[in-house]
Every structure is written in structure tokens, then in C-alpha cells.
T-cell receptor
Framework: EAGVAQSPRYKIIEKRQSVAFWCNPISGHATLYWYQQILGQGPKLLIQFQNNGVVDDSQLPKDRFSAERLKGVDSTLKIQPAKLEDSAVYLC?????????????FGAGTRLSVL | AQSVSQHNHHVILSEAASLELGCNYSYGGTVNLFWYVQYPGQHLQLLLKYFSGDPLVKGIKGFEAEFIKSKFSFNLRKPSVQWSDTAEYFCAVIPYNQGGKLIFGQGTELSVKP
């Protein structure tokens, strides 16, 4: 079974530039999550989708971050403009459904460095 | 503030030593509990989980964890570690009112010396 696919694996940009990350969840998984993992910390949820609708985006910095999942499958996360503090690993995860008892499967992540 | 705390940032053990990694959370009510592991160069993967029932849960690769409700703890244990257990370990919680949102601790890096 194919896992969660993310691209690119690495990205280096200068501050004030824009960047986009892509995620393809496990086939059949309705729920998709984006997490931000800053060095030395655990992942923190940015946004959760159920199919193509947003369930939770309370911790998404909406002035610069945006995410979409137009057809309820693939998702993109965008940062515009990037700041130095956005340097982190961006993890995508998916689960069969939302809720507390659904196991989340993680992708390898995209490591972003903002210079 | 409500949080998940892992007691140790970096643990160094020799092979065959016993392991216990601490995890405490500060959420009241029902919680689902998880330990995830990230081996070098690999993605986060589930080690074990607790939803209800027997508070002693067994996971993959000989790991187990015990949920102690009165102590708000979910410590991870392994009787005898191997070099291949070198990884970063994350405790995570889903509180009853947070939908599917995983709340992670800061992680513990385990280094096992051969």
C-alpha cells in the first residue's frame, strides 16, 4: 500500500518569497492534516481537512499561510510571503476518517529553510 | 496551558539496557494516547496507541506503554534496547474535545550505543 506522498523533500528560499508544498494522501483516506515541526519541537497541527472541507484551521497563520484540497484528494500548502521563523519541516498526514480513534499516517515531510 | 510533556530531551543507552521514556499530559477528561517513532531519515510511524481497556498496551518491536490515569501519564518502556531503536520518540494525545487533532510532546531522542 502506498503511503502519504509529499514533495518537494527540501526547499530553500529567501524571506519574502513564496513557496508551495504538495501532498497526496493514502488512497481512500478522507481526512488530511498539515503539521509544522520546528526543530526541537513536536509537530503542531496547522489545518485539518475532511474531504475538501476545512475542519480545523485555528492554528494556521492566515495572513501568510493558505491551504486547499479542491477535489478531496491532493492538497497544497502555500506560504506567501515567507518569514525566517517559517523554517521547519512541514508534515502531511492522512487518516481514513476524522475523529479521535483514526490512526494518522505521516509522509516524509518537506524541510523548508528560509534565509 | 494544556500540553504534553516528555521528560527527557536526549537519552543515551547501551545495547541491552532497559528503557523508560516519560510522558505526561495536562488534559482533563477522556484522552486517546499515542507513541510515534521517527527513525533516522524516515517518516513518523505509529509505535502503539491506547484508546480504552487494559492500560498496559503492547506495540511493535517489543515496546509497551502503561496508561496511569491518576498520574496523567503514558510512559513508554522496552526491557532491552537494540542499536536499531536509535530514533526520536514522540508522545501524542487527542483530547476528547479536539476532534482528530494530535497534540505532540517535544520528542525524546534516543541514542543506543552498540
Amino acid at each position: 500500500e502506498a503511503g502519504v506522498a509529499q514533495s518537494p523533500r527540501y526547499k530553500i528560499i529567501e524571506k519574502r518569497q513564496s513557496v508551495a508544498f504538495w501532498c497526496n494522501p493514502i488512497s481512500g483516506h478522507a481526512t488530511l492534516y498539515w503539521y509544522q515541526q520546528i526543530l526541537g519541537q513536536g509537530p503542531k497541527l496547522l489545518i485539518q481537512f475532511q474531504n475538501n472541507g476545512v475542519v480545523d484551521d485555528s492554528q494556521l497563520p492566515k495572513d501568510r499561510f493558505s491551504a486547499e484540497r479542491l477535489k478531496g484528494v491532493d492538497s497544497t500548502l502555500k506560504i506567501q510571503p515567507a518569514k525566517l521563523e517559517d523554517s521547519a519541516v512541514y508534515l502531511c498526514a492522512s487518516s481514513f476518517a476524522g475523529g479521535r480513534e483514526n490512526i494518522q499516517y505521516f509522509g516524509a515531510g518537506t524541510r523548508l529553510s528560509v534565509l | 496551558a494544556q500540553s504534553v510533556s516528555q521528560h527527557n530531551h536526549h537519552v543515551i543507552l547501551s545495547e541491552a539496557a532497559s528503557l523508560e521514556l516519560g510522558c505526561n499530559y495536562s488534559y482533563g477528561g477522556t484522552v486517546n494516547l499515542f507513541w510515534y517513532v521517527q527513525y533516522p531519515g524516515q517518516h513518523l510511524q505509529l509505535l502503539l496507541k491506547y484508546f480504552s481497556g487494559d492500560p498496559l498496551v503492547k506495540g511493535i518491536k517489543g515496546f509497551e506503554a502503561e496508561f496511569i490515569k491518576s498520574k496523567f501519564s503514558f510512559n513508554l518502556r522496552k526491557p532491552s534496547v537494540q542499536w536499531s531503536d536509535t530514533a526520536e520518540y514522540f508522545c501524542a494525545v487527542i483530547p476528547y474535545n479536539q476532534g482528530g487533532k494530535l497534540i505532540f510532546g517535544q520528542g525524546t531522542e534516543l541514542s543506543v550505543k552498540p
